[in-house]
């Protein structure tokens, strides 16, 4: 199996996430590492362990790691999220330790430790615990895999601000770190996340699991549809992060463009910004895969399809 650690926020989209790594024997989860995000890091670690416990697996160690932007204050996102970041269901506190030690120790150990190229990072949150991790130890950057992320927005521009994505938006300098730093890059902007919607058939698939992973997942869905529909419009709500883990299992699903991404970290109205070259307008040098189509379809079916395991 592929060996990865999820970087996360949790946050309900990055709990499906987990799931459908937890799910998947192609994937071998090292650890999940938590980030200040959606809700302050006391609730993303543990969200990231209510989740482990929900699928069965307190074998998997989590970490807490960066309590805040490497030089911003925090923006969290309850407003979507709700107060708890996994607001839709009441699930028991989780009984399982936090792991030893901080995240971003946990990410340069483990990218020392095991042969080079053999650790894909997959980050859904903002990029503060791996930037961290690449700028205290830089000898680690070149042994990475692949990073595989949900962040940033071309077309659908932003969601946080008109520009902005929110995970890029919270920390656009670790994100620029991480855009910067030569490793191979798979981008799940809001073109592709946008386009894999909750539709009430969707949901009642997974609630038609009938079992607890199921229900919660449905739950979930209910809950921050509640927000999107709302705010889009739209026939569902977007289900970001799991997008990284179906890339993982069926790249296929996903179609993009290999260009040059770069952050904006300094604008009045543009701050946090993927400038992506879609049109290859500069000569800047591709540096990420930036997805723009899905097969939602094939998405949904392969989640549900592997939730039921659970
Ligand atoms: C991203 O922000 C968070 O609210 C979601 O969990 C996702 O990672 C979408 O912009
Ligand atoms: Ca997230």
Redesign the pocket.
Request: hydrophobic share 30%; proline share 8%.
């Given at each position: 199996p592929r060996k990865i650690i999820i970087d996360t926020?949790?946050?309900?989209?990055?709990a499906v996430a987990i799931l459908l790594a937890l799910a998947s024997p192609e994937l071998e989860l090292l650890g999940i590492t938590a980030v200040a995000?959606?809700v302050p890091l006391a609730l993303t670690a543990r969200n990231a362990r209510i989740v482990c416990e929900l699928a069965g697996r307190t074998d998997i160690r989590v970490f807490a790691g960066c309590d805040r932007p490497m030089n911003r204050d925090l923006v969290t996102?309850e407003y979507?999220?709700g107060k708890s970041g996994l607001d839709g269901i009441a699930l028991p506190e989780p009984t399982m330790p936090l792991a030893e030690g901080h995240a971003v120790d946990f990410l340069i150990q483990t990218l020392h430790d095991e042969p080079e190229g053999t650790v894909t990072l997959c980050p859904?949150?903002p990029l503060t615990n791996i930037a961290t991790a690449f700028q205290r130890a830089p000898g680690i950057v070149p042994r990475v895999a692949e990073i595989v992320l949900?962040?940033g927005a071309y077309f659908e521009v932003g969601?946080?601000t008109p520009a902005a994505?929110?995970?890029i938006y919270v920390d656009p300098e670790a994100a620029r770190i991480v855009f910067g730093s030569g490793v191979p890059l798979v981008v799940m902007p809001?073109d592709v996340?946008h386009k894999v919607l909750t539709t009430r058939a969707r949901v009642e698939a997974f609630r038609a699991l009938g079992t607890r992973v199921g229900h919660a997942v449905a739950s979930w869905t209910d809950f921050f549809e509640r927000y999107d529909m709302a705010k889009y419009g739209s026939e569902g709500a977007?289900l970001?992060?799991p997008c990284t883990i179906a890339y993982l299992l069926q790249p296929d699903l996903f179609s993009g463009r290999h260009l040059n991404v770069e952050i904006e970290t300094e604008g009045r109205f543009t701050t946090g910004m993927t400038v992506a070259d879609w049109w290859r307008v500069t000569d800047r040098p591709a540096n990420a895969m930036f997805m723009r189509d899905v097969d939602a379809d094939g998405f949904y079916r392969l989640l549900t399809e592997r939730l039921a395991r659970l």
């Open positions: 926020d949790p946050g309900q989209d990055d995000g959606n996102a979507v999220h859904i949150g949900m962040g969601n946080v994505e929110f995970n809001l996340t977007p970001h992060d």
